[in-house]
């Protein structure tokens, strides 16, 4: 079984700020941590992604994430936060035996202060 | 190169009707899971096709059934529609494997 935990469904940063969002997941066999994010009226865009090898991984816009095997987090960063960065953010787990099937977090709303 | 595209956009049905919703794959990719967003909370699994079968499902009543074309676009059903079936419904595609998959901007079902 796998789940995720996503800390706070509102995140609110003035622009330039750190962006700090948490994830914590459960899973019986090593997992595949993904973070998404989701503009109004669309579907998931991939952010990150972390299969094996090094634990802190870049993606697209300045994020990037760190998977804590001993704390089963993946947090998602960003230095400077942008106001084109409000949006909605899920972290996703999956496992090598369950290929197909994605579970998803609740989701943090992301708000950027001017 | 077209990624996942869903159709139709927006959907409107009343309760008892039957639904059937349409995904082509991102071009390359073999597999496709459609995800059921309620709103303001994170997509649920619902299930996924590979070779024109039911690999892995969700939660989900048997009121839900799809189906995988040989071109590996994909169908979802969903007969006897109840108001709690007011939701976004996502298809994602991936080459399989360990990829990520892929989203289409979904179909936001509206049960009357």
């Known amino acids: 079984a796998q789940s995720v935990t996503q800390l706070g469904s509102h995140v609110s940063v003035s622009e330039g700020a750190l962006v700090l969002l948490r994830c914590n997941y459960s899973s019986s066999v090593p997992p595949y941590l993904f973070w998404y994010v989701q503009y109004p009226n669309q579907g998931l865009q991939l952010l990150l992604k972390?299969?094996?090898?090094?634990?802190l991984v870049k993606g697209i816009n300045g994020f990037e994430a760190e998977f804590k095997k001993s704390e089963t987090s993946f947090h998602l960063t960003k230095p400077s936060a942008h106001m084109s960065d409000a949006a909605e953010y899920f972290c996703?787990?999956?496992?090598?035996?369950?290929?197909?099937?994605?579970?998803f977090g609740d989701g943090t709303t992301l708000t950027v202060k001017p | 190169d077209a990624g996942v595209t869903q159709s139709p956009t927006h959907l409107i049905k009343t309760r008892g009707q039957q639904v059937t919703l349409r995904c082509s794959p991102k071009?390359?990719?073999?597999?496709v899971s459609w995800y059921q967003q309620a709103l303001g909370q994170g997509p649920q699994f619902i299930f996924q096709?590979?070779?024109?079968?039911?690999?892995q499902r969700g939660n989900f009543p048997d009121r839900f059934s799809g189906h995988q074309f040989p071109n590996y676009s994909s169908e979802l059903n969903v007969n006897a529609l109840l108001l709690g079936d007011s939701a976004l419904y996502l298809c994602?595609?991936?080459?399989?494997?360990?990829?990520?998959?892929?989203f289409g901007d979904g179909t936001r079902l509206s049960i009357l």
């Open positions: 994602a595609s991936s080459p399989g494997g360990n990829q990520p998959q892929h």
């Open positions: 096709y590979y070779e024109e079968e039911e690999r």
């Open positions: 071009s390359g990719h073999d597999t």
């Open positions: 996703a787990v999956r496992t090598n035996t369950n290929a197909g099937k994605s579970t």
């Open positions: 972390y299969t094996t090898g090094a634990t």
